[in-house]
């Protein structure tokens, strides 16, 4: 964590019945692996830690606005960063501004998606319905998702769907 410039990172792992030994075991190994991990990216390490450390600058700097640019950037590297309930609070500020902001919707509904939540989908083409730009995307999403949880039955709605929006 420090290599990717983050210095306060603290995790605990617990395991019932865990003693001091076995918790020391398990930082050693711990240790390890993120060592050799490091040793496999160390080349290539600057570039591959670049835009995770653009994300925490952004968030790092973010100051309350009412640009709905400056807002999208700084939800988007909340996304980046895994914190999604965060990133969601901004989304919806921004659509209680501007309800037909496409892209704040399309945002909201790939963190449905990611919590497993199918309203998501028909956030994601309400979208599209408004930004012909996300159309691809927004299949690609959908499909992705819908295969990833079985559900058939959307694929080929979303296929539908999107017949009919290249008509």
């Known amino acids: 964590m420090n290599a990717l410039g ?6 605990e792992i617990e395991f019932e019945n865990q003693n001091e030994n076995y918790k020391n075991e398990i930082d050693n190994l711990i240790d390890i692996k993120n060592k050799q991990w490091y040793e496999y990216w160390c080349d ?4 591959f830690t670049k835009e995770y450390k653009l994300q925490l600058e ?7 606005t009412d640009d709905i640019e400056k807002n999208i950037e700084y939800g988007f ?6 914190e999604y309930d965060k990133a969601m609070k901004v989304y919806k500020n921004i659509l209680s501004k ?3 902001c496409a892209i704040t919707m399309y945002r909201i509904g790939q963190i449905l998606l990611i919590k497993n939540d199918n309203n998501g989908i028909e956030l994601i ?4 319905d408004l930004d012909s730009d ?7 999403t959908i499909i992705e ?8 039955d959307k694929v080929d709605e979303v296929y539908e769907w999107f017949s009919q929006k290249l008509k």
Not at 145 to 152: F, I, L, V, W
């Open 125 to 128: 083409k309400k979208a599209a």
């Open 44 to 47: 290539e390490w600057e570039e």
């Open 77 to 82: 590297a909340l996304e980046e960063t895994r």
């Open 134 to 140: 996300l159309i691809i995307s927004a299949m690609d």
């Open 58 to 64: 952004i968030i790092k700097n973010y100051k309350e």
């Open 98 to 100: 501007d309800e037909n």
């Open 145 to 152: 998702y819908s295969m990833d949880n079985g559900m058939k």
């Open 6 to 11: 983050i210095d306060d990172f603290n995790y």
